[in-house]
């Protein structure tokens, strides 16, 4: 693995950084990507189970997802990549992480401004009226309703539904005005996720991927690592701390 001298020399000079996370930080967690081989959910098409029109369908059937996924995230530790973004937005004075992700690693990794994009899954809130719903225990077999009459269902944004807005107003606005962003273990396929990273190179970003397989967003990425997070981001922040306080490279770097 080789990272550039530009990617070192912006991280020491503390430039306007955005991380945007996806699926695959959760990924040495044990918790399953969306997409890809061995994502659990390979046996469900998340866009079969992460709609309204399927809970509409079989209500059931969307909770025991859900419940299970709550079960699965709840028994995962967070790894590496998550503990390394937290590091960052401690020693960076202007780093922004914004994560699809809705299972809460990023925050009990210690980050503590973190943009969800698509909810969180601990939460619960009425499928009618919106209201917080979150101390009501679900009987997937007799699901609990608000007082409204309305069905109780996970916090988290659907495929047709719209992102909370303050969040992605915020996350289009420091994307914008990124001097570095950071694509991680994101297929980059869901919109208007997939669009921050463009956003930002549009704007000068130096833009850089990690992710072990290519995407789309690949060919726009000035810089990829083709591995997994929790193992390159510790190597790229170790390798920009080290610069940072020696002046010297303890691995070889390469002239961007
Ligand atoms: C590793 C690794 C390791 C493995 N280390 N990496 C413009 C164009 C086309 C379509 C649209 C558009 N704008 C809107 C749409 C429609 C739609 C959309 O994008 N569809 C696409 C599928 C085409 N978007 C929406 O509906 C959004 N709403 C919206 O836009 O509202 C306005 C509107 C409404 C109606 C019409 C038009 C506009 C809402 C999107 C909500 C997404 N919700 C989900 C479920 C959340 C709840 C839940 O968890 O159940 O969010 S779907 C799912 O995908 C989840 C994820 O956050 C999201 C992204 O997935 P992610 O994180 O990238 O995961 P994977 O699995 O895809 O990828 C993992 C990656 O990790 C892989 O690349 C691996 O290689 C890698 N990896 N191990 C690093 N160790
Ligand atoms: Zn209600």
Known sequence: MSITAKLI?????????????????????????????????????????ASMNAFMRNPKLVWEWYLYRRDVIGKAEPNMGHETLAKMEQHLSDFTLVTQNVD?????????????????????????????????????????????????????????????????????????KSALFLSIGTSALVYPAADLPLIAKNNGAYLVEINPEPTGLTPYADEVFHGKSGEILPIIWQVAMEEASSGEASLKTNEA
């Open 9 to 49: 020399e912006l991280l020491r000079a503390n430039v306007r950084t955005v991380a945007l996370t996806g699926a695959g930080v959760s990924a040495e967690s044990g918790v399953p990507t969306f997409r890809g081989n061995d994502g659990l959910w390979s046996k469900f098409d998340p866009t079969e189970l």
């Open 104 to 176: 809460n690693l990023h925050r009990r990794a210690g980050s503590q401004n973190v943009i969800e994009l698509h909810g969180n899954i601990q939460r619960n809130k009425c499928r009618q009226c919106g209201s917080p719903m979150d101390q009501v225990e679900i009987d997937p077999d007799n699901i609990p309703r608000c007082s409204c009459g309305g069905q109780i269902r996970p916090d988290v944004v659907w495929f047709g539904e719209l992102l909370p807005e303050e969040a992605l107003v915020t996350a289009i606005k420091m994307a914008e």
